[in-house]
């Protein structure tokens, strides 16, 4: 549709609705000084190639100084570069080259913890000092620690500090400890820190775990699950809307900015407090729901339904279905509430992957065979949902999970504690747990990027910091340019067709065939204008017909992943993996 046929505005145009997100793990992007490790001159080369993409904004996960026990996210100094990223005159030229380009460059932001080298931290082990009460100190009573709460990555939420002579909280790994918001001190820090980075000319942030910065007033004692014992009193916690709002009220509200924020544990009702047109005045949520799908009841590393022996797993037919076995139901369930939920009063993120998570393709399509077509029908999910569509580095060609040989070859601190425990609790050794891994592992997301079919993937001239995903010889950003029927080229029509349609962006979303076992199938209305959006989410045909209630007026076939499909959208055979997409009125 072009601008003419666009229908009238009865909606509120925002410049953060509009944009296509792209999202960069600096660490494994592209490495421009040969140490093995992504920098920032190496995003600046690359900044083209996201335009050339249709990118309109980058979001940059952490480059601040670090020691890097969670790869940037323990941050040391929030006023200055790690090192290995390069220099503050680096990082400046990187947000004119963006600006340069039109696009709009957003800074992922730590604010529930620190690193424990951070000047605070390091303070406030003297009691005496001024930063003493800027984390949680608690005694341990009887030989006891504090709590029963576990840390998100594995092991007690508890540290014992030999010179405070007090244990510290870390919901993440012991080199986090936990900021203390309910000191005014403390915010009023980080607010000014805030000012610091938007005075700079960012256009906004991504707000790292951001609902986990009230934790119940006492610190009770969480209940006992298989997976993180304590979060009950932290997600979400009493006082996170009265800080978020004084977050935004105090800083966000200065600035023409996009805010986005990563919130565990989030449902639609908490996300309308935190994103809705009373909330606190966040922009959009990115949260767990849909993402933790494939994972069992107790979170990514539960095995409790993994109903084989791991020593067993090796013999599975297909042990790769057997990790992301998922049903529709239950996606089409979360992301339909998800939408009608926030339609009007709020705005969604829509992702399918990032860095936390194994990569989208292997998870929720077919990482094998129907690996171009399950990748574009995913793509097409995110691109013709209500919201904001975000993609992962990688995504965009389709890059896959990784066979991790031994366990030296992991690099995530949550992977390496985790994969320890399951070896204790299974008296196994890493043989045995090797696909938990290859299916779990963060790191399986933050292999380089696989620019080339050279040694590396073109990522480094180096020794890469991390293992290099083999399959580069096959899949890569230079042979995914040069294939018309790539998924790179497939992406690049959809920012088109969302950039040209606004029905795409703001029209309502309707569900069609609420329980079909296969087939995800919606509608998008805009005034007089609807799209209709097909996707066979699995390797098998299926039929799908119009509802006899839906008219299809000088129906067009807008995109489709197949490419000799019909422009009658009536009654139709959708072959493995199929997308399409319609304008029917
Ligand atoms: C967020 C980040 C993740 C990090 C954690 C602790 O979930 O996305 O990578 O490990 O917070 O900061």
């Not at 480059?63 to 290995?84: C, F, L, Q, T």
């Not at 009265?242 to 966000?252: K, L, P, R, W």
């Not at 020794?463 to 230079?478: L, Y």
Request: some cysteine; aromatic content about 12%; hydrophobic content about 35%.
């Amino acid at each position: 549709m072009d601008a003419d046929t666009q229908p009238e505005a009865d909606f509120d145009r925002e410049w953060w609705k509009e944009a296509v997100v792209y999202q960069i793990y600096p660490r494994s992007f592209n490495d421009s000084d040969g140490d093995g490790v992504g920098d920032i001159p190496g995003i600046i080369e690359k900044v083209p190639y996201l335009d050339d993409l249709g990118v309109d904004v980058v979001w940059l996960c952490p480059v601040y100084d670090s020691p890097n026990a969670d790869n940037g996210y323990d941050i040391r100094d929030y006023h200055a570069i790690m090192d290995e990223m390069g220099t503050m005159d680096d990082w400046e030229d990187l947000l004119e080259t963006v600006h340069d380009h039109d696009m709009r460059l957003i800074m992922d932001m730590v604010l529930n913890h620190t690193s424990d080298e951070h000047e605070w931290f390091v303070e406030s082990k003297d009691r005496d000092s001024e930063y003493s009460d800027y984390y949680y100190w608690r005694d341990g009573e009887d030989g006891e620690l504090p709590n029963n709460w576990t840390s998100i990555f594995g092991g007690d939420a508890w540290k014992y500090d030999e010179e405070r002579e007090q244990y510290y909280l870390h919901i993440f790994d012991e080199k986090q400890p936990d900021l203390n918001w309910r000191n005014g001190d403390v915010r009023e820090d980080v607010f000014e820190m805030l000012h610091w980075w938007l005075q700079k000319g960012i256009d906004g942030f991504r707000l790292d775990v951001i609902n986990l910065i009230s934790k119940r007033e006492g610190l009770p004692d969480g209940e006992d699950n298989p997976g993180w014992v304590g979060w009950e009193h932290v997600i979400n916690g009493p006082r996170v809307h009265e800080y978020i709002s004084e977050m935004h009220d105090e800083v966000f509200a200065d600035y023409d900015i996009m805010t986005v924020a990563e919130m565990p544990g989030c449902g639609v009702e908490d996300a309308k407090q935190y994103c809705g047109e009373d909330g606190d005045g966040l922009n959009m949520i990115v949260h767990f729901e849909h993402a933790d799908i494939p994972y069992k009841p107790g979170g990514k590393w539960d095995l409790q339904d993994v109903d084989v022996d791991l020593d067993e797993l090796d013999d599975l037919d297909d042990p790769d279905t057997h990790f992301n076995n998922w049903d529709l139901n239950e996606l089409r369930d979360v992301l339909t509430r998800w939408q009608i939920g926030l339609e009007g009063d709020g705005w969604n993120a829509n992702y399918l992957g990032n860095h936390d998570h194994p990569r989208t393709v292997s998870r929720f399509g077919d990482s094998g065979f129907f690996r171009v077509a399950s990748a574009k029908l995913l793509a097409t999910l995110q691109f013709t949902l209500q919201g904001t569509p975000f993609i992962y580095q990688g995504e965009e060609i389709g890059m896959t999970n990784v066979e991790w040989e031994s366990f030296d070859e992991l690099r995530d601190v949550e992977a390496i504690q985790q994969t320890e425990e399951l070896m204790e609790r299974h008296d196994a050794d890493f043989e045995d747990v090797r696909h938990v891994v290859k299916h779990r592992s963060r790191d399986n997301a933050r292999t380089p990027v696989q620019w080339s079919d050279e040694e590396n993937a073109g990522f480094t001239d180096g020794e890469p910091w991390i293992k290099v995903n083999p399959n580069h010889e096959r899949i890569n950003v230079e042979a995914a340019r040069e294939d018309e029927d790539s998924i790179w080229q497939y992406y690049r029509e959809l920012v088109d067709l969302r950039e040209d349609n606004d029905t795409l962006v703001y029209g309502d979303f309707h569900l069609l065939y609420e329980d079909h076992p296969s087939v995800f199938a919606y509608l998008r209305t805009l005034g007089d204008s609807g799209v209709l959006v097909v996707l066979n989410c699995f390797a098998r045909n299926e039929t799908f017909t119009l509802p006899p209630n839906l008219d299809a007026d000088d129906p067009e076939l807008l995109i489709g992943n197949y490419d000799d499909a019909g422009d009658d959208p009536t009654e139709f055979e959708l072959r493995p993996y199929e997308a399409r997409v319609y304008r029917i009125s």
